[in-house]
């Protein structure tokens, strides 16, 4: 309709950013795998792609486990939240490794946020142990260990997603 204001994204709702580099990343990864290391051992890593790919290379290495299994799912195109898409489940031989109800398997995403793809994968998986990098509010409840907390109105930038551009002076209007 015209005059109707344009649905504002997930990240422009959002307002507050919280861009993280490769260097802290590889870091909160490392502080995550540290606390694993207490839960653990796990028989196997299940990253939730594409987000939880570079963490559970991180932490599989780190915690010396050589089977990693994906379960593709999509919600963002890009900041814009849709409906939920399992593009591919778990392997057999996962699922059998975690005997079914995901016993000694370790999920691993990048962040849970409104915790609706942590929720699907919960439910497929209840007995796995849970883990995100970064958790907002509402996903929290969803994750069994994550390392930093972030409000719910802040976007994590990840560095996968961005580049170094130039940025102009707080001065000249910048945020
Ligand atoms: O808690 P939620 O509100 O469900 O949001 C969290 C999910 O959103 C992002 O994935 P996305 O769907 O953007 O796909 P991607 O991992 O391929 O980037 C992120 O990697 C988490 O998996
Ligand atoms: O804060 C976020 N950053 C990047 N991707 C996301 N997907 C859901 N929330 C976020
Ligand atoms: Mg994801």
Same mark, same amino acid.
């Given at each position: @309709? ?7 994204? /997930? ?56 089977i ?15 409906? +939920?898409?399992?593009?591919?489940? @778990? ?8 005997g ?12 849970? %946020? ?5 929720? +699907?994968?919960? %439910? @497929?998986?209840?007995? /796995?142990?849970? /883990? ?34 130039y940025?102009?002076p ?6």
């Open positions: @309709m015209a005059g109707e204001a344009p649905e504002l994204s /997930a990240q422009e709702r959002a307002g507050k950013a919280f861009p993280v580099s490769w260097d802290q990343f590889h870091r909160d990864c490392r502080a995550l795998t540290w606390r694993l290391n207490e839960v653990g051992p796990f028989h196997a890593v299940i990253a939730i792609t594409r987000g939880g790919l570079v963490p559970a290379a991180i932490v599989a290495r780190e915690l010396g486990v050589r990693i299994d994906t379960v593709c799912i999509a919600s963002y195109d890009h900041d814009k939240q849709g409906e +939920l898409q399992v593009l591919k489940g @778990m392997s057999e031989a996962a699922i059998k490794l975690g079914g109800t995901g016993k000694g398997l370790l999920i691993v995403d990048d962040l849970v %946020d409104t915790g609706k793809t942590g929720r +699907l994968v919960r %439910d @497929m998986l209840p007995d /796995a142990h849970f /883990a995100t990098v970064y958790a907002k509010p509402k996903g929290r409840p969803l994750v069994d260990t994550f390392i930093t907390e972030v409000s719910q109105d802040t976007w994590i930038f990840f560095p996968w997603d961005t580049a170094l551009s940025h102009p707080l001065r000249d209007g910048a945020a």
